[in-house]
C-alpha cells in the first residue's frame, strides 16, 4: 500500500520560513515525479511546485517563484521550503506522487490530473 504523509505545517508570521516535508512509503516505482499542492476552504485545489528526478527539473506556481523551493534529499522525502511567506500561502497543503510520471513530462506538471496518490495534508497558516 502506497502512503504519502505529509509533516512541519504550523503557525508562522509573515515574512517568515517554515519547511514542509512528504514522506513516501510502499511505492514500487521511484517517486520520480512529486508534487506540492494546496487548498483554502471554497476554493480550487492549486498546484504549488513539482520536481521530476529524472532530470532535476522543477515547476513552480508564479506566486511562490523565488519563495519557495521543491527538493528531493532523500528517496522517500519530498520537502517544500518556504520563505518570506505571506497570509496568502495560508492553506492546506497536499503532497501528491504521479506513479506514471506524465504530469512530469508533460507540459501542465502543476495541473491536478494524473496525481494518483495524495497525502492527508498539513496545515500552513501564515498571521499578518
Known amino acids: 500500500q502506497v502512503n504519502l504523509v505529509e509533516s512541519g505545517g504550523g503557525s508562522v508570521q509573515a515574512g517568515g520560513s517554515l519547511t514542509i516535508s512528504c514522506a513516501v512509503s510502499g511505492s514500487p516505482w521511484g517517486n520520480d515525479c512529486m508534487g506540492w499542492f494546496r487548498q483554502t476552504p471554497g476554493k480550487e485545489r492549486e498546484g504549488v511546485a513539482v520536481?521530476?528526478?529524472?532530470?532535476?527539473?522543477t515547476w513552480y506556481a508564479d506566486s511562490v517563484k523565488g519563495r519557495f523551493t521543491i527538493s528531493r534529499e532523500k528517496q522517500d522525502t519530498v520537502y517544500l521550503h518556504m520563505n518570506n511567506l505571506t497570509p496568502e500561502d495560508t492553506a492546506m497543503y497536499y503532497c501528491a506522487a504521479d506513479s506514471s510520471s506524465a504530469n512530469c513530462l508533460s507540459t501542465r506538471p502543476l495541473a491536478l490530473s494524473g496525481y494518483d496518490y495524495w497525502g492527508q495534508g498539513t496545515q500552513v497558516t501564515v498571521s499578518s
Open positions: 520536481i521530476y528526478t529524472g532530470d532535476g527539473s
